[in-house]
């Protein structure tokens, strides 16, 4: 497209926008399972409307808009409410998860620069299944990352004693998830924060996707194991507000056990020609839109509403287990929140992916191993017998039809 030379009006230039939406998934009818986070007309309304009111102001100016400002102080004082913070707890808001990754990594490597460690070269250890957002925050920062394969009990959990064998004097970081995004499992974080003891090393939970879930999951009787700040080694978390939060899309958090931890992430410039700047994360700009709508939600939903939403999806996953373990499916480790991974051991998942796709579903695939991989959303218990309905159907397909060419076909769109 070329810039038009005279401007269009805003009704024509409206209903080209919407019309662009046609060939998008289908999220509004249930049928994704991956990047949208569905709970529901009214809690879009609050996002939408509360975005908007602050749509304009910028939380790069917290003396211009004290509003913003304590809007995050609330929002991240409601997260260390939820995730065990001791006094002195601290955080900030960021634009997502691997923002959040990014300055927790940053602040461990400061911090142990600050002890004279890691001078030279430094090093994260981490589980196989940790999400990316690590290996790209340490690639802008040259740090290198030692992924570690998960135990080989089936349970999907990180190996902690292959992890503490991995650490050497470099380690600025051992990473836990709660939970890890390609099988929906729990990390062993107390198992993890006492070998974080032994090594001295920063234990940070990744709970991008369960940092607002699993605390009320647990409240509504789940079995959740000990994840945050309550276990003792836990330096740092990342969760987000833009997934199981519900909040609008920008939203995130990064807590530290501390403020002599906290105090490594923000960046502190007056060096040039400007004013002297201080900025708590990687941004500069911080939309006052997404702050504002990841407070109205947290105020909207309260812990009531929470737990009544991540009770729905929990509902719904176990739905998804009894019925894919009748067409033969077995599931991955025990998931616990609203991620689940499920593998046939007749059918290829790339084969089984190819036919669900065809009948409309956006989902996911788990690689490790090849697995179908749904993440739910309240609005899921609508939709998912037409899932299953369709899964039957897509078993079905690939039986009678030519698994190693229909999963040929898949993996060649992923490549
Ligand atoms: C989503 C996710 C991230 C990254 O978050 P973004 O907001 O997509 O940057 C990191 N870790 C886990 C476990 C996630 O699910």
Not at 184 to 195: K, M, V, W
Not at 252 to 270: C, G, K, N
Not at 296 to 301: G, T
Request: aromatic share 8%.
């Amino acid at each position: 497209m070329e810039m038009p030379t005279k401007g269009r009006a805003w009704d024509t230039v409206k209903t080209d926008l919407i019309n662009r939406g046609g060939n998008d998934a289908k999220w509004r009818d249930g049928k994704t399972a991956v990047y949208v986070f569905n709970a529901g007309e009214d809690i879009a309304a609050v996002q939408k409307e509360a975005y908007t009111a602050y749509m304009s102001e910028n939380g790069l100016g917290p003396a211009a808009f004290p509003s913003l400002a304590q809007m995050e102080k609330d929002v991240i004082a409601m997260a260390l409410g939820l995730l065990h913070g001791p006094e002195g707890a601290t955080g900030a808001m960021t634009s997502g998860g691997t923002d959040s990754i990014t300055m927790a990594i940053k602040a461990a490597r400061d911090h142990a620069r600050a002890e004279g460690r890691a001078q030279e070269k430094a090093n994260v250890v981490l589980p196989q299944s940790a999400h990316l957002a690590f290996d790209k925050a340490c690639h802008l920062m040259d740090i290198e990352v030692r992924r570690i394969p998960l135990r080989d009990d089936g349970s999907y959990e990180a190996d902690v004693p292959a992890m503490e064998a991995a650490c050497d004097a470099d380690t600025i970081m051992m990473v836990g998830s709660a939970p890890n995004f390609p099988h929906g499992i729990i990390d062993p974080i107390a198992e993890l924060g006492e070998a974080a003891e032994r090594k001295g090393a920063w234990l940070h939970v990744d709970a991008c996707v369960g940092g607002y879930f699993a605390p009320f999951a647990r409240m509504n009787g789940v079995p959740v194991p000990p994840f945050d700040f309550a276990v003792p080694a836990v330096q740092s978390m990342s969760a987000d507000l833009h997934k199981y939060g519900y909040a609008a899309k920008g939203a995130s958090t990064v807590l530290f056990r501390s403020e002599a931890r906290y105090q490594h992430m923000p960046f502190d410039f007056s060096c040039w020609s400007g004013a002297p700047m201080t900025t708590p994360t990687l941004a500069g700009t911080r939309p006052g839109g997404a702050i504002a709508a990841a407070w109205a939600v947290m105020n909207y939903l309260g812990v009531d509403g929470y737990r009544r939403l991540q009770g729905e999806v929990c509902a719904t996953r176990e739905r998804v287990e009894e019925g894919v373990k009748a067409l033969g499916f077995e599931i991955l480790g025990n998931p616990l929140l609203g991620l689940i991974a499920f593998a046939h051991p007749d059918h290829h998942a790339l084969a089984l992916y190819g036919e669900i796709y065809r009948r409309g579903w956006f989902t996911s695939v788990t690689i490790e191993p090849p697995s179908l991989h749904l993440m739910l959303s309240p609005k899921h218990s609508e939709f998912i017998d037409a899932y299953l309905e369709d899964l039957a159907d897509s078993v079905k397909a690939v039986a009678a039809g030519d698994d190693a060419k229909a999963a040929e076909k898949v993996e060649a769109r992923y490549s």
